[in-house]
Every structure is written in structure tokens, then in C-alpha cells.
């Protein structure tokens, strides 16, 4: 009987809703007309504040921005009113809606405490105030539509190609724009709006059709990722700033698809695993031609990056032995306990306690550049007019490191070796009892997983010019494990996503630097409540976090006869 | 040693040959003996089942020959090679086996359950799964083609793209039985395959289980369904308390009172020590 | 002889800290199967409650009637926190895949770390935690040793010593003899069973926090007390021995903690005096005690008192 009346209720609301829907696309059209036109007028009487943002019909920094948020939000009202049925352009209004409403927000509070006091806003920032909230009713109101994926329009391949490169296009545009942003303030109001951007258009549904698209077209995908990516360097103008935190970038991204192998793959919790970036950034310090070098032996880089992996490995192979024995938890602390000892092991072989490897505390300095041939990383080289300095030569390197880690752990994934894997991940002693050899697998994914790790190191020797044991504590271990986890487990896109957001956000916003690591445990928190799959799941990682969501299930079903088809 | 000739005359021969022999296999538990010095010999082509109330030991006996434990006395020989109680090494010596609690790997689909099956008999490692040389790719389009060949087989050839989890229970117990089949044994080992089935369901099973004895390969099943067992075995096997109660053609088994009397006034103890194997 | 018998007494000092601690861990353990591995933070956070409290209550003085006043803010800290962690954090993740309850604890870690490191400080009045902040001086326990013999005994260790005593008794009456003590016993062996039984499963999982909680600040206390200092960091290594010491005794066996954790002690006290060559002394006693942690984990997963069968898959 009751549920008889709620029903009801229900279809009475959703009638009431159906009726306001195309009124709800109007208001949402008004309030992007009316944050588009906010950019036009003056935010602040003060000109020294976020750019100068006092001049009317003169867009600058955040009132630029608001004119971004205030075309997307408008062309998603436009869709609002087609309605098509592979998209939810009412979501994502609201979520435009939100984050403009939080940029106002924010955009307020700056002009506040930087020029002394409320009465500095101009009219602008409160007309912008009006548009958020207008954007924010009409997604609030729009008819909720229930996406059927099947739906997708196909295009022609070659326009689908189009639509990949020109979103890949975008992405180097916006990361060498936001690279450029100096000012933290001016920063942080672009990273609400790309961030706004972004939720917004993914929770149209944008997102799954990208993904569609890309499913269906990995190879120019791929290539064209990585043309983006070579294409970076020649964006930046021979400065180094930029280029260096890019580098780093490029290192921990490695390194934490290698122990995306060994978590994301194998289902193993490694938490020693920068001791592997360790043992290879030891190897090439002492091979190296650096006077503090405690080996005699100088062989050519080549062999130093083969010693490096193959150290890196046997230790892996040693670290992994205990899988036979113990899973789980204990493996964890185990692996844990390896990577503190490593770290113990070299701060103490000075020649004082124990022989003389590592100079001890102090490390290994003086690394020289690398030498390829000639070509000295340590130069800047210029190309078609473009000096690249030191750290794009080390960025060209390490972007074919990176693309080496994911070929393997792409190829790996998709092979007799990557369905072991999951069959371990999933029933253990049901893989074994069908014949899986499970300690080998487990030992491969760690030797592997360390042997990459171990290759990344020697590089990162000669791009540091030195090594610590200080760089190799438990706390990079665990950032790294972040970076996985809040890309996505077992994924490849979601682990380059999860480690340029920890590695480019403390650089950038330097007044949060010092809580970097407070706020990435906050992360680590919340990601496992609320996320666990990560920012870019893979399907079947999210089936095992979310074993009874029937939705889900029946969306991955949905997908994968897509895929067969 | 008991060798019992199969009087059922079904239209099939059955081999010669031993496949399985099982030697006074006993498995004690701190003080309690789940199973006590039990023998059987498993021939080509035969169809042997193995009844007893709950709690019996049949699981457990499973589980030795299978290698999940280690026998605390007695041997276990196929082909009259001994077997190292080692799984994997069963597998590979040519047994395989389903589970009671049926134990797929769930968010994998049917066809990557069954190519994990196939996974004993390929021998691509990393560097050429990397490479992807041709071998590899050869590899990859057989152990592909297989499986598809084996889901055909059990029947479920529609539902190559669906998620274990997804299929309906007596398909995911054919899926069992087809990732089973994967892995090339001379004998499989079935632990109550019609266990949740409908009649109909456990009709079509027995044909299936009938189709795979025509292919030569030996079969033992634990069955709690007695007119399923009767109907399809070629010889019974009654275990109770860890013991072999008796032993020869469906027909001696149905008709021995002792049998009966197990199942009916048999304690009831629970099988908890099984299930939780 | 001498020096052995020195030994003894610094590892029965360093084996009483272990063991406060380590209770925490198997108490949780023995409760929810959880291995919460933040729980050397909470020991951090009772040495800083009571630094809190002597600042804000007596700030200067040094009488020894201040001490169970401080230990009662040691305890608010820590219980507070263990209590919001477990309702925040942990229990949201019951049923979910092992791995997140574990990469949840070692966020915590770092997010109370960090917090004590950053914000310590902001608090009017408070010394800046970023470096090691000095731990107040208490007449009776900081002054002079004892030395009977030729053996040193600081009044500090005496008081951790006799605080695991007291703990001890204290928990044996609290597990033995009350209502909420043998409800705990009850969850531990069969939690669906005791639910049935009308027992509040969630309230008595508080409860172990709550008891975890408690000794390790107890602990917290004793360790300020005895090197006059303390840090944010000084969880993490205290946090992962006593998680040694409680596997070494048998993990959710709690007089197994104990006897972990004083065994452990010794081991260690005596491995820094008798290890010879260049591999032994201080700079590689973290060294052994991580080697016994992987030998523990990987030989005698069930531990000395390995009672309980312990399956980690």
C-alpha cells in the first residue's frame, strides 16, 4: 500500500520536474549568459589584486575564467534543450553550477583579505554570483535522464581520431597555460575552473563518451599522447622551471607504474617499494664517473642502466620471496621492513660500520651529466629556434623510460601472465588448484615492478647529481602507493593522472607545500571511503571494491559486449 | 587394494588402464581422522561416484588427491606416477577439479575464466608476452580458440563476454567444469556439480558428464542427488565417518541396507570442517 | 656480567614500552581481524596530550601529584582520536577488499602526523613541534637513578615497568571480570554468535580502541618521561616494533603482547650490546629489529603463544 502511494509521490515529482525541465534549461542558458557577461565588468575598485581585474570590457586572470565556466555552462544548457540521450547535461549544469559558485566564493574571499575589506568588490564578482546560482537551479532542476551508452553516436573514424587529437591538443594548451601562472591566488581560481570544467563536463557524461572513442581508437590515441607529450618541452621556451618539476614528474610516474604492477596487477601491497628507485639511484651514483664514487669500475651508461635493473631486480626477487609464506597485511609490513632496512643499510655503510659503499649519510655527489654519444644532457641544445635546456634533454629520456613502463605494463596486463594475475587478485587458491603458478607469478610481478623502479634510479642519479639516503624514506614509499590509489589501481592513465596531481599541485601552490603530505593522507582517507577505485578506475577494479552494486555490474556488462563487438 | 569390476554395462567400454589409484589415504585433523586408509582406482573412461552423509570426508578426500592437503598417510599415483601433494603439480600431471562452493573468478568473463584453465599449458613468460612475437600471438589465438571450443562444448557459447558473477548458478557450475577441462587432465574430479540445479539443469549435466567420459577422460563425482549418481556412475563409492562403507555397481550400493542406515540414521554431524577447506 | 645484567633491565624498560603498545594492536586484532596500523600515532598523540596538559594546566612546575593529571590528558587525547578514527575512518570499510583498511591506516598515519608537525605549534602557548619538543620534568621520576650494583636503573624505567604492571593487573580484572570483558571475549571468538546473543558488536569494537588507546598513551607518557622528549615522529618506529611484539606473541593473544613485547625489548638491548664487528652496536639495532620483524612474520606468523591459528590471505 505505501509503496503504492510513494510511487505516487514519485511519478508526481518527476511530473512536476518534466514540466520545469525546459524552463530549467532556460535558467541555466540565463545564468551562463549572465557569468559570460560578468567577466565584462569590473570584480574590484583595487587594480593590484589577481591581475587587474578593475577594468570594464577588459578581461583579465579570474575574469576570464569566469567567462570559461560561463560558455561551458551555456553550451550544456543548449544541449539541455535537445536532450540527447547519451548525455546528462543537467548534471553536469549542476556541477558547473557548484564550482562557479565556489570560484565566486573564493574569488570574494581574495578580494577580501588582499584588498581590505568587502566593499572593494565591484559589481562583477555579485553579478557572477547571480550566474552561479542561476546555472546551479536550472542543473538542479533539469529532469534527471537515464543514460543508455548504446546510444553513442559513431562517428567516421577519422573524425573520432580528430575529436582525440584536438582534446590532447587542449590538454597541452591548458598545462602550458596553468604551467605559466605565477601568482598562488591566480593559480588556485584557474585550478577551480579547470577542476570545475572538468567535473562538469565528465558528469555530463562526457567523459564515458571520450573513453568510448578512445576504446575504439587506442592507437592514434596513444601516438597522439605522446606527440602532446614530446611536444611540451617546445612550449616552455628554453626555461628550466617548468621542466623540472616535469621531470620529476616523469621519475615518480615511473616508478609508481612499476609498483602499479606489483599492486594493481598482482593485488600485492608493496610498501618498501621506493627502495628499488634507491638501489638503482645507488647503482648508477657508484658506477658513475663522480670522485665520491666508492666503486672503481666506470662502464658505459648502458651497462650502468642493465646493473641498476638487474640489482634492482634480485632484490625484488629477495623482497617478494616471502609471498611463498605470508600474504596480505604481513606482506605488507614485510615489504615494508625490507624498504626501512635498505634505507638503515645505506645511511650506515660508510666504512665506519660496516664497508665503505655508500659515504653514509652524506651520499654520493658530484654526478656529472649524462653523455650520450656526444650529446652532453648537462647542454642546452637548440631546435628549430627552441633552446632546450638541461632538463627537457632529461625529459625526452624519461619520457622514453615512461613509455618503455607502459608498453610493459600494458603488454603484461593483456597476456597469459596479466589473466594469472587477476585470477590470483581474485580466488588465490582457485587459481592454483587450476594450475596457475602463484609464487612464480607473485615473484615476476615483483622482480619486474623492481627492475623498472631500478632503471628509473640510475637516471634519476645522474639528473640529481647526487644521492641521499634521506630521499628514500617510508614516506615516499607510501607517496607513491597515493599516487596509484588516487589514479586508479591497475590503470595506466590513472596513475600518470594521480602522480602529476601530487608532484605539480605542492610545486605549484607554495604556501600549501608544507601540507603537502598532511593533505595527501587526508587523501589517502577519504579516496578509500568514498573512492577506492581511483580517479581512473579500471573496470574490474571497481567490480571488487563495489562487489554488490548491480548498476555498476550491468554497466561493465554493457561495455564489455561493446568492446566484442 | 580393491578392484571392483563394473558390472553396469552401459554402452561404453571402460579401459583397462588405471588412471587414479588412491592408496590407504588417511587425513587426521589434530585427533580427529576425517579420512581413514581409503582406496580407489579410477579407470579410463570410468564414471565413479562417491556418496556418503554430510561429513563423510568426501570433500576432504578431494582435497588429497588433489594436493590442497598434504595426506598424513597413504599415496596417490596417476598413470602410476606418484603425485606430489603440491596443486599445481597436480594440475599438470593431469587432474583437475570444480569446487563444492563453486569458485570462479568472479569479475573475469566466462571465456577468461576458461583461458586461465588453459594457463598449465602455455609457456609465453614476460619477455615474450612483451615482445609479442609470434609464437606469443600463436599462443594467445589458440588458447583463445580453446576456450571458446570448451565454453561451445558445456554450452555456454553465448556467454563468452559475461562476468562470471553475472551467469545464472548452473552455468556458473558448467563454466567450473569447462575452466576445468582447460587445464587437458586425464581425470576430473567434479565435487557435487548439481548441487542448486533444477531437474532440468542436472539432466543436461549428466549428458554432459556422459559427452566427457565419450572423450576419453575418467571422471569422480561427489553427489548428494542418488538418483543422479545411480543413473550416471559405473561404480559407487560409499564413504561414511572417514571409511569406506562399501564399495561396487550402483545397483549393490542402492540395494545395501547399510547404506541406508548411514544416511538415515547417521549422525548428522556438520561438514563445516570441509566447507571451510 | 654486569653488562648483561644492564641489558636486562634497558630491555625490560624498552620490552615494557613495546608491550603497552602492543596491546592496542591485538586487541583490535583479536576484535575485527583489523591490523590498524596507525596506532603508533595514538601513542604520539597521548605523549603530546600530556605535554598539553602539564602546558596548560602547570605550565612550570614540577610536582609529582601533576603526573596522573597529565596521564588523564594523555588518555582524552588518544581515546578521542582512536574513537574518531574507528567511527571515521575504519568502520565504513568493514566487508571492504583488505587492502583499503590498510592504505586507510597508513593516511591516518601521515594525516596525524603531519597535523601534530603543522598545527602543534599554532596553538597559543604551544611550543612549535616541527623539531623535538622538550617533555616536562617530574620530582621523583626524572631525578636521580638508582645503581644497585654497578648497574644503572633511571627512575623512569622503574615507572614504565611498574605502569605495565599495573596495566597488566588492570586489564586482567577488566577482561575477567566484567560484563563488558567477557562480552569482548565473546566477540573475539564468534562476533555473529555474540551479536545473536543481544551483545553490541559496534559498542565493544569501541571499546578495544578505547582500550588500545589508553595504554598507549600510558606509554606515551613513560617514554617522554624517560628521554625528556618527544616528536611527531616518534610513532612510526615505536608503533611498528610493538606491532612486531604483538605478532611475536601471537597477534590477538594479549598477555601475547606482553610477552612479545618484553621478549623483543631484550632481544634488542642485547643485540646492541653483543653483536660484534661492524655490523653491531646502535646505528644497526633498527636494522635487527626490522630483520626480527620479517623473520617473525615470515617463520612464526602465529607467534610464541601461537594459540590462535592465524590465516592472512
Excluded at chain 2, 556467454?159 to 553475472?166: G, M, P, S, V
Excluded at chain 3, 614504565?160 to 586489564?171: P, R
Aim: net charge negative; proline share 4%.
Amino acid at each position: 500500500m505505501s509503496t503504492v502511494l510513494e510511487h505516487g509521490n514519485d511519478s508526481r515529482v518527476d511530473g512536476i520536474r518534466n514540466r520545469l525541465a525546459p524552463r530549467a534549461a532556460g535558467l541555466a542558458l540565463a545564468g551562463g549568459v549572465v557569468l559570460l557577461l560578468s567577466g565584462l565588468l569590473s570584480w574590484s575598485y583595487d587594480d593590484r589584486i589577481l591581475g587587474d581585474i578593475s577594468i570594464r570590457f577588459y578581461p583579465a586572470g579570474i575574469q576570464v575564467y569566469v567567462m570559461v565556466l560561463g560558455a561551458v555552462a551555456i553550451a550544456l544548457a543548449v544541449l539541455l534543450f535537445r536532450r540527447p540521450g547519451w548525455l546528462d547535461p543537467g548534471r553536469g549544469l549542476k556541477a558547473i553550477g557548484l564550482g562557479s559558485l565556489v570560484f565566486v566564493a573564493g574569488a570574494l574571499l581574495a578580494i577580501t583579505v588582499q584588498a581590505g575589506g568587502l566593499v572593494n568588490v565591484n559589481e562583477g564578482a555579485w553579478v557572477a554570483l547571480v550566474g552561479a546560482l542561476l546555472v546551479l537551479a536550472g542543473g538542479g532542476l533539469a529532469a534527471e535522464v537515464d543514460l543508455d551508452v548504446r546510444t553513442w553516436p559513431r562517428l567516421k573514424s577519422s573524425y573520432e581520431i580528430l575529436i582525440i587529437v584536438l582534446a590532447l591538443a587542449m590538454l597541452l594548451f591548458v598545462t602550458a597555460y596553468t604551467l605559466d601562472v605565477e601568482n598562488s591566488a591566480t593559480f588556485g581560481t584557474l585550478l577551480v575552473t579547470i577542476l570545475t570544467v572538468t567535473v562538469g563536463l565528465l558528469m555530463a557524461g562526457l567523459g564515458e563518451y571520450i573513453g568510448f572513442i578512445g576504446q575504439n581508437n587506442r592507437r592514434p590515441l596513444v601516438l597522439s599522447a605522446f606527440l602532446v607529450a614530446f611536444l611540451f618541452p617546445f612550449t616552455q621556451g628554453g626555461s628550466n622551471a617548468n621542466m623540472s618539476i616535469a621531470t620529476q614528474i616523469l621519475i615518480f610516474a615511473a616508478t609508481a607504474l612499476g609498483l602499479n604492477i606489483v599492486v594493481g596487477l598482482a593485488g600485492l601491497l608493496d610498501l618498501g617499494y621506493i627502495a628499488f628507485l634507491g638501489t638503482g639511484a645507488y647503482v648508477g651514483a657508484m658506477l658513475s664517473e663522480s670522485t665520491f664514487a666508492t666503486i672503481g669500475w666506470k662502464p658505459p651508461f648502458f651497462v650502468v642502466m642493465l646493473c641498476g635493473m638487474a640489482v634492482a631486480a634480485v632484490f625484488g626477487l629477495i623482497i617478494g620471496s616471502p609471498t611463498l609464506r605470508v600474504s596480505g597485511d604481513y606482506l605488507a609490513i614485510v615489504t615494508l621492513g625490507f624498504g626501512e632496512i635498505f634505507r638503515l643499510a645505506m645511511f650506515n655503510l660508510d666504512g665506519n660500520n660496516g664497508p665503505d659503499l655508500t659515504n653514509g649519510p652524506n651520499g654520493i655527489p658530484g654526478i656529472p651529466d649524462l653523455n650520450f654519444f656526444g650529446f652532453d644532457f648537462g647542454e642546452t641544445h637548440t631546435v628549430a629556434g627552441i633552446p632546450l635546456g638541461r632538463f627537457s634533454n632529461y625529459y625526452f629520456l624519461l619520457l622514453l623510460l615512461v613509455a618503455l613502463v607502459i608498453l610493459v605494463f600494458s603488454r603484461l596486463n593483456d597476456s597469459r601472465i596479466g589473466r594469472g594475475w587477476v585470477a590470483i587478485r581474485e580466488d588465490e587458491r582457485a587459481a592454483e588448484a587450476m594450475g596457475v603458478n602463484v609464487f612464480g607469478l607473485k615473484l615476476l610481478a615483483f622482480a619486474v615492478g623492481a627492475s623498472l623502479a631500478g632503471l628509473a634510479g640510475t637516471i634519476k642519479a645522474h639528473q640529481d647529481t647526487s644521492v641521499t639516503p634521506d630521499q628514500y624514506i617510508f614516506l615516499e614509499s607510501a607517496f607513491l602507493l597515493a599516487a596509484v590509489v588516487l589514479g586508479g589501481m591497475g590503470t595506466v592513465a590513472g596513475v600518470l593522472v594521480g602522480a602529476t596531481i601530487l608532484k605539480l599541485l605542492p610545486e605549484k601552490l607554495r604556501e600549501v607545500n608544507d601540507y603537502r603530505l598532511f593533505s595527501f593522507g587526508l587523501l589517502l582517507v577519504l579516496m578509500m571511503r568514498f573512492r577506492p577505485e581511483g580517479l581512473v578506475p579500471s573496470k574490474r577494479r571497481q567490480l571488487e571494491f563495489h562487489e554488490d552494486d548491480e548498476h555498476l555490474v550491468e554497466l561493465a556488462q554493457t561495455e564489455h559486449l561493446e568492446e566484442s563487438k | 587394494m580393491t578392484v571392483t569390476e563394473s558390472p553396469q554395462s552401459s554402452a561404453h567400454h571402460i579401459g583397462d588402464k588405471v588412471v587414479l589409484e588412491a592408496n590407504d589415504v588417511t587425513m587426521r585433523f589434530g585427533g580427529l581422522t576425517a579420512v581413514d586408509s581409503v582406496s580407489m582406482t579410477v579407470h579410463e573412461g570410468e564414471i565413479v561416484g562417491l556418496i556418503g552423509p554430510n561429513g563423510a570426508g568426501k570433500t576432504t578426500f578431494f582435497n588429497c588427491l588433489t594436493g590442497l592437503y598434504i595426506p598424513t598417510e597413504g599415496k596417490v599415483t596417476l598413470n602410476g606416477a606418484t603425485l606430489p601433494p603440491k596443486p599445481l603439480k597436480v594440475v599438470r600431471a593431469g587432474m583437475a577439479r570444480t569446487f563444492q562452493n563453486i569458485r570462479l573468478f568472479n569479475n573475469m568473463t566466462a571465456l577468461e575464466n576458461v583461458m586461465v584453465g588453459r594457463y598449465c599449458r602455455t609457456s609465453s613468460m614476460a619477455l615474450t608476452s612483451i615482445l609479442r612475437g609470434p609464437k606469443f600471438r600463436r599462443e594467445e589465438a589458440e588458447t583463445r580458440e580453446r576456450a571458446q571450443e570448451l565454453l561451445d562444448y558445456v554450452g555456454l557459447g553465448s556467454a563468452t563476454e559475461i562476468l562470471a558473477r553475472n551467469l545464472p548458478y548452473g552455468d556458473q557450475r558448467r563454466l567450473e567444469i569447462a575452466r576445468a577441462i582447460a587445464t587437458d587432465p586425464q581425470i576430473l574430479l567434479l565435487d557435487e556439480p548439481t548441487a542448486g540445479m533444477n531437474p532440468r539443469e542436472t539432466e543436461e549435466t549428466m549428458h554432459l558428464i556422459f559427452k566427457i567420459r565419450e572423450s576419453g577422460l575418467a571422471v569422480v563425482v561427489i553427489e548428494h542427488d542418488m538418483r543422479f549418481i545411480f543413473n550416471l556412475c559405473d561404480r559407487v563409492l560409499c564413504l561414511v565417518q572417514g571409511e569406506v562403507l562399501i564399495e561396487g555397481s550402483p545397483g549393490e550400493v542402492q540395494s545395501d541396507p547399510r547404506v541406508i542406515e548411514a544416511y538415515i540414521g547417521g549422525d548428522a554431524e556438520d561438514d563445516e570442517e570441509e566447507e571451510n577447506a | 656480567m654486569d653488562a648483561f645484567a644492564q641489558q636486562l633491565v634497558n630491555g625490560l624498560t624498552l620490552g615494557s614500552l613495546y608491550a603497552l603498545i602492543a596491546v592496542g594492536y591485538t586487541v583490535v586484532y583479536g576484535i575485527i581481524q583489523l591490523i590498524n596500523f596507525a596506532h603508533g600515532e595514538i601513542f604520539m598523540i597521548g605523549a603530546f596530550g600530556a605535554l598539553s596538559t602539564w602546558i596548560v594546566l602547570f605550565k612550570g612546575q614540577t610536582a609529582l601529584w601533576m603526573l596522573p593529571v597529565m596521564i588523564v590528558g594523555a588518555i582524552a587525547a588518544s581515546v578521542v582520536t582512536a574513537v574518531i578514527m574507528e567511527r571515521a575512518a575504519y568502520r565504513p570499510l568493514r566487508g571492504a577488499p583488505r587492502l583499503a583498511p590498510l592504505i586507510t591506516a597508513i593516511g591516518i598515519s601521515v594525516f596525524l602526523q603531519e597535523g601534530v608537525r603543522l598545527l602543534y605549534g599554532k596553538v597559543p602557548g604551544f611550543p612549535d613541534a616541527k623539531q623535538k619538543v622538550p617533555f616536562p620534568v617530574i620530582d621523583g621520576i626524572t631525578g636521580q637513578s638508582w645503581n644497585p650494583g654497578n648497574i644503572v636503573i633511571q627512575r623512569a624505567a622503574a615507572f614504565t615497568i611498574l605502569a605495565l604492571v599495573v596495566c597488566a593487573i588492570g586489564l586482567w580484572i577488566f577482561v575477567n571480570r566484567t560484563k563488558t570483558g567477557r562480552a569482548m571475549q565473546a566477540v573475539s571468538q564468534d562476533p555473529d554468535t555474540a551479536r545473536l546473543m543481544g551483545i553490541n558488536v559496534n559498542r565493544i569494537i569501541v571499546v578495544a580502541f578505547i582500550i588500545g588507546a589508553t595504554l598507549a598513551a600510558i606509554a606515551g607518557v613513560a617514554q617522554g618521561l624517560q628521554v625528556t622528549n618527544i616528536n611527531f615522529k616518534m610513532g612510526f618506529l615505536a608503533g611498528l616494533k610493538a606491532f612486531t611484539a604483538a605478532v611475536l606473541g601471537g597477534i590477538g593473544n594479549v598477555w601475547g603482547a606482553v610477552l612479545g613485547g618484553l621478549t623483543l625489548g631484550i632481544v634488542e638491548s642485547m643485540a646492541v650490546q653483543f653483536v660484534p664487528g661492524t655490523f653491531g652496536g646502535s646505528p644497526w639495532k633498527d636494522v635487527w629489529a626490522f630483520a626480527i620483524l620479517i623473520l617473525v612474520l615470515v617463520f612464526r606468523p602465529q607467534g610464541l603463544l601461537g594459540a590462535k591459528v592465524v590465516d592472512r590471505a
